[in-house]
């Protein structure tokens, strides 16, 4: 019989990522069951969504390489660890499924990774062998097949320690009924979009991963009369990568769309910029592990284009309201969009009730963070 329930969360921080999100979903949903959670990181800004649920948090550096700030953070989290009982821990980035790993074979107690994004291989040995420690767990939480996948061939882990439950979302949060006319407005505002034009957007990191280049020039090559109609809203963080914000802004005038072409930084409310959307595009041009930004798209109800690499085909309903296209043939992106401005009202009502019911179902938070807890109830079980 179970003496407790006392899981260890560590993570690198808090601030705004996927994985950030999916830490803090995982920790304030469990922790209103039978599960006792505690939490360690660098901190961050979401470290206050711990405080309100009344979880505790404790702020170490987890991310530090010094060797003496090392030894001193294990010391402290194996005397959290055994002050807490700890009955478990899970962690989500190679720098905390470092200590997951080293103070699980300490106190003897079962260990769980989250792999959530597919981590380049470093020159630096120190970083691969700590994107080792992910793999490590007695079980490894992987957001879609293609994840499961790629880590049994790159990292030769068993099937069978293997659990895939996808990425999330909150659908009361992607909910067109809960978008207000003041916050569409406002966001229409601040990112000048017109009312008489077709709006395409994009969410994502400025990085040449992301193939914003192939939508830029996709929108180039679209009939005169088609461009006449449309803004492209290219969203997204440009701090670490101002030279490829500037890549795009010269592409654009290149090759004379920069008046279609909208090149902002982040917004502060998505749903009401996808409300504001007539299609999603995820321009992808490197497999990704999951494809958030394409199931907030279509919970708010909206059609979706997406590069048919990585997990896309596991997050997007049907060839009916989503389209993929190859990220190395430009003329099936032009194709693709031109299908999205085809769709009729009556249609594209449809296509929003399908879609959005599919990510209540399938993808809803109030869902799939429970699944964990009945992984921890298994590892704990057996162990």
Known sequence: MLKNKNILIITSSLESGVIDKSVIDIATILNEKDFNITVISAGGKMVKELKKCG?????????????????RNMKKISEISSE???????????????????????????????????????????????????TKGDIIIVPSDFMASFIQITYKVPSE???IIPQWIDTDVYNSNNVSAE????????????????????IAKMEK????????????????EIKQRIRCLIIGSYKEHKRYKNELTNLSQKLGVE??????????DTPALLMLSDVYIATNIEPKASQITVLEAQSIGRPIIA????????????????????PRNIDE??????????????????????????????????LLPQKIGSIYDYVLEKK
């Open 84 to 134: 807490r009982q700890i009955s478990m821990i899970h962690t989500f980035t190679p720098q905390s499924s470092f200590y997951g790993f080293k103070i699980s074979k300490i106190f003897n107690i079962p260990y769980i990774t989250s792999f959530l994004k597919i981590y380049k291989k470093s020159f630096w040995h120190l970083t691969n062998n700590r994107i080792n420690y992910l």
């Open 333 to 366: 992106l032009v194709k693709a969009i031109l299908w999205s401005m085809e769709i009729n009202e009556d249609k594209r009502e449809e296509i929003s009730k399908k879609l959005s019911a599919n990510i209540r179902l399938n993808f809803s938070k109030n």
């Open 55 to 71: 979880i505790e948090h404790i702020q170490l550096p987890i991310n530090s390489n010094d060797f003496f700030v090392i030894r």
């Open 307 to 326: 590069s048919n690499i990585g997990s896309t085909s596991e997050y997007i309903l049907d060839n009916d309201t989503c389209k993929t296209y190859d």
């Open 183 to 202: 916050r569409i407005i406002s966001t229409a505002s601040d990112l000048r979009i017109p009312e008489d034009h077709f709006i395409i957007t994009t």
């Open 209 to 224: 991963t992301r193939g914003q280049t192939n939508l830029i020039t996709a929108i180039s090559k679209l009939p005169n």
């Open 161 to 163: 320690k293997i659990a």
């Open 259 to 268: 008046g279609i072409i909208h090149i902002a930084g982040d917004c502060s």
